[in-house]
T-cell receptor
């Protein structure tokens, strides 16, 4: 059974810092891995999707990497802004079209 | 606007009273799924559907039923709700050969007394 761990669980930083959020998973037989953002009281918004054959994916100030063999993914946020404050979730997709979510990293960016 | 909608958004009910949470998507996606989110347990998949009349269990299907009679709708049915089903529920739909990207609804907050 896939288990997903995200570290740190919570992070508070001043505006402008570059951040790294970590995600590890136990079963490396995945199709892809998706990073989501969840704002309080809201649904999830997809940020980046990395296919199992890819190493990196970029969107604006976000960069996600994937090391499938070691069961790790990182989300890099450049020049953080207060609007980046949210909970970030990673979700590797395994056989059976099932996503398994990590517990999330709750990010607070202070002005 | 492309979206996944859920109704109701908030629901308080009592143990044993059957309820249905509706989910609808307007993106013509074949894949739809239900999740529940609980503090300390994260998001867990309840059921998913690859297409009309095709449904499969996720990680936590006990106490839930689903149906997929139309492509756009995927209702979640709680035949006899219990307090341990108090949770935040999300519906999602996906596109692509392997549902590469999933789009989530706004969530339904359910309280079972």
């Amino acid at each position: 059974k896939q288990e997903v761990t995200q570290i740190p669980a919570a992070l508070s930083v001043p505006e402008g810092e570059n951040l790294v959020l970590n995600c590890s998973f136990t079963d490396s037989a995945i199709y892809n891995l998706q990073w989501f953002r969840q704002d309080p009281g809201k649904g999830l918004t997809s940020l980046l999707l990395i296919q199992s054959s890819q190493r990196e994916q970029t969107s604006g100030r976000l960069n996600a990497s994937l090391d499938k063999s070691s069961g790790r993914s990182t989300l890099y946020i450049a020049a953080s802004q207060p609007g980046d404050s949210a909970t970030y979730l990673c979700a590797p997709k395994r056989t059976g079209n099932m996503l398994t979510f990590g517990g999330g990293t709750r990010l607070m960016v202070k002005p | 606007e492309a979206q996944v909608t859920q109704n109701p958004r908030y629901l308080i009910t009592v143990t044993g009273k059957k309820l249905t949470v509706t989910c609808s998507q307007n993106m013509n996606h074949e894949y739809m799924s239900w999740y529940r989110q609980d503090p300390g347990l994260g998001l867990r998949q309840i059921y998913y559907s690859m297409n009309v009349e095709v449904t499969d269990k996720g990680d936590v299907p006990e106490g839930y039923k689903v149906s997929r009679k139309e492509k756009r709708n995927f209702p979640l049915i709680l035949e006899s709700p219990s307090p341990n089903q108090t949770s935040l529920y999300f519906c999602a739909s996906g596109e692509g050969v392997n549902q590469e990207t999933q789009y989530f609804g706004p969530g339904t907050r359910l309280l079972v007394l």
